[in-house]
């Protein structure tokens, strides 16, 4: 990691329960600005929970989120986690995108009004201006002849890919992707990954992977972080951790995720 850059996601102690589940415990870790960062770890290791979190999706039991210098949760000296006013989660919610395993398309909507619907509402901005953008973006994964399609229309890869667009047309500063091939069929997961390998080309944008995809982690990243069982086990360099990683439990996950 580039330590001269100031981080654009501080994470502090954080902990996360469902129930007696303790997904999250005491992870911290910092995202630079224009770094690429992949997660990696077997599952209910707590990668999800993470971007959840960050989305305001989900709430933690403890610790401190910062987001561009703004807190989203912190603690307060009597040791509980409080968030933010409104206000400010809006504020630092309209930093950040978010791309789901599943879509989460409006089936309703066409693929134009999907990407233009919240820059229009939640943003201002107008409708030309907004549909302009669209147009550019869909253009960018390749599907400018689907602006007037339905979801039920597109194959899931289109789908993640108007899903890619429509987090970005909100302009985030960071961008999360939760598993986006996870959901798709082996021969449509190549088309979105050339989407992320030309969003990960541009120096400015910042990205948090979660990815099961070994080989796809160590050629987009510039640093990866394998979690296990809420914390984070290793990270480092891509060529460190897959290569010549230091600990017994990435080791062990690695040869059965890539041997299998």
């Not at 992870?27 to 997660?39: H, T």
């Not at 989460?104 to 619907?117: D, E, G, K, S």
């Not at 047309?169 to 959901?183: G, K, R, Y």
């Amino acid at each position: 990691m580039n330590e001269s850059r100031p981080p654009i996601l501080r994470i502090r102690d954080l902990h996360k329960w469902y129930d007696d589940l303790h997904i999250l415990r005491g992870l911290s870790c910092d995202l630079r600005a224009g770094e690429k960062v992949a997660i990696i770890g077997p599952s209910g290791s707590g990668k999800s929970t993470l971007l959840r979190l960050l989305m305001t999706l989900e709430s933690p039991d403890s610790g401190e989120i910062e987001v561009d210098g703004q807190a989203m949760w912190s603690t307060t000296p009597a040791g509980r986690t409080v968030a933010a006013g409104e206000d400010v989660l809006r504020r630092i919610r309209a930093k950040l995108g978010m791309v789901f395993q599943h879509f989460h398309l409006f089936p309703h909507l066409t693929v134009l009004r999907n990407i233009t619907a919240a820059p229009q509402i939640v943003k201002g901005i107008a409708r030309d201006a907004a549909e302009r953008r669209a147009g550019e973006l869909l253009e960018m994964v390749g599907l400018a002849d689907k602006a007037n399609a339905y979801p039920a229309q597109l194959s899931g890869g289109q789908k993640q890919r108007v899903a890619i667009a429509r987090a970005l047309a909100m302009d985030p500063s960071v961008m999360l992707f939760d598993e986006v091939t996870s959901a798709l069929d082996p021969e449509l997961v190549g088309e979105v990954q050339d989407v992320l390998r030309q969003l990960a080309h541009q120096a400015a944008m910042t990205m948090l992977i979660v990815t099961h995809e070994m080989q796809f982690a160590r050629e987009i990243a510039d640093h990866v972080m394998f979690f296990d069982a809420g914390t984070i086990v290793e990270q480092g360099a891509p060529e460190q951790i897959f290569s010549a990683p230091k600990e017994d439990r990435t080791r062990e996950f690695l040869q059965r995720v890539i041997d299998r």
